[in-house]
């Protein structure tokens, strides 16, 4: 299974990056998918989940109103649009694929098997 995230770069405060993962060797469209980012000297934290259907999708209270999780099952591939980004946003951004098929989503890093390699996203004030 490969996961293959794109889509950071540098942006100003207020700013958007949309970010991309396809997902090849596993049946994307049996999976949930996650979205999660590490700043330097930090945790990696829980960003965005979205369902295997795509009809339930969560997200972490810092992103709430400003990112948007979606699929393309066609394409199998997963999305996270964000708008108005600030310097906290700074991060490199994983995608990853949920352990169990037909899940709903976790905020919990050890239920997803399968990591993308990071796409850095870097918000300037």
């Known amino acids: 299974v490969q996961l293959q995230a794109s889509g950071g770069g540098l942006v100003q405060a207020g700013g958007s990056l949309r970010l991309s993962c396809v997902v090849s060797g596993r049946t994307f469209s049996k999976y949930a998918m996650g979205w999660f980012r590490q700043a330097p000297g930090q945790e990696r934290e829980y960003v965005s989940v979205?369902?295997?259907?795509?009809?339930?999708?969560y997200y972490a209270d810092s992103v709430e109103g400003r990112f948007t999780i979606s699929r393309d099952n066609a394409k199998n591939t997963v999305y996270l649009q964000m708008n108005n980004l600030t310097a906290e946003d700074t991060a490199v951004y994983y995608c990853a694929v949920q352990r169990t098929d037909y899940g709903l989503g976790s905020p919990y890093s050890s239920d997803y098997d399968y990591w993308g390699q990071g796409t850095q996203v870097t918000v300037s004030s």
């Open positions: 979205i369902s295997w259907s795509g009809g339930t999708r």
